[in-house]
């Protein structure tokens, strides 16, 4: 019987230098697109999917993110006393309950699997998913929810995963595929930033994942791989090894990079267009500095 997903991790402990000045003093997962910041879409997306417990993985200068899911209780009195209740109800309904949310500390920045290993006793014995809010994803059904309903199928370890040109592997984890339904793929292995003449194949992982505990063993071997970081993929690649199925999911929605400048604009642009108030009076107004 597959374990249900109830936990989320959240790596937030990146220090952002590609935003320099802005996350100077500013966390980068607090960067506002549209009118929220990055991380509460990642939360969102998670409470989507039937999330329960919330954390958090750290680091020095990461207080705001801490506040932000918090009361504000003068906040809240100001707009009570103001009749503001749309905004006061807003904020309460994005609220994770009392006791939902923990948050511990990566004190040294030893790479993406280090980090996840950073939450291991709060994780548990059950399986896991893993959220990057770099990648914001617009989709009607939220990609981490269509995650939980492949997972059922599935089990094992799962990623979503996108195509990308062969000259940008070399940016992303890349699948060794060895079955490939359309909307679900099985990988026999998975290689970190190959350089492109070496990818298995164009299919590469984004920024969410279901993950079994397993894999916590081989994250605190401390075996560095690419860039002499510890990586999520050398310890998924390694459960393959031991025989747990590891399935890529093509999810239904786009996805938007925003760790880099011109994917967090895009982003911002987007959003902006959907949204019922802005949309319509942005539209014309983005035509106007194309004109």
């Not at 990642?42 to 918090?70: L, N, P, W, Y």
């Amino acid at each position: 019987m597959k374990r249900a997903v109830r936990k989320a991790v959240f790596p937030v402990a990146g220090l952002g230098t590609r935003f320099l000045p802005a996350t100077k003093a500013m966390p980068k997962e607090m960067l506002p697109i549209v009118d929220k910041p990055l991380i509460h879409y990642a939360v969102e997306e998670a409470k989507a999917a039937g999330i329960e417990q919330f954390f958090f993985v750290t680091s020095r200068q990461k207080s705001a993110i801490e506040d932000h899911f918090d009361r504000a209780f003068e906040l809240e009195s100001m707009l009570r006393e103001r009749g503001k209740t749309d905004l006061l109800g807003e904020l309460e309904a994005r609220m994770p309950e009392p006791g939902q949310i923990s948050y511990t500390r990566q004190q040294t920045p030893l790479g993406l699997g280090h980090a996840v290993w950073c939450a291991r006793t709060l994780v548990g014995d059950e399986p896991f998913a893993v959220l990057l809010a770099d990648d914001l994803l617009l989709c009607e059904k939220p990609c981490l929810a269509q995650m939980v309903e492949a997972y059922g199928e599935t089990g094992g370890n799962l990623a979503a995963v996108i195509e990308v040109p062969r000259e940008e592997t070399k940016r992303y984890g890349v699948l060794d595929v060895v079955a490939d339904d359309g909307r679900l793929v099985r990988a026999r292995g998975l290689v970190e930033k190959p350089e492109p003449a070496n990818a298995p194949s164009t299919l590469t992982i984004i920024g969410r994942y279901i993950i079994q505990p397993e894999v916590f063993a081989h994250l605190g071997n401390g075996e560095a791989g690419m860039n002499g970081e510890i990586q999520l993929t050398d310890a998924l690649a390694r459960l393959i090894a031991e025989g747990q199925a590891f399935h890529g999911l093509r999810f239904e929605g786009k996805r938007f990079d925003c760790g880099d400048k011109l994917g967090f604009l895009e982003a911002t642009v987007a959003l902006a267009l959907a949204h019922p108030e802005l949309g319509p009076a942005l539209r014309p107004l983005l035509k106007s500095y194309l004109l």
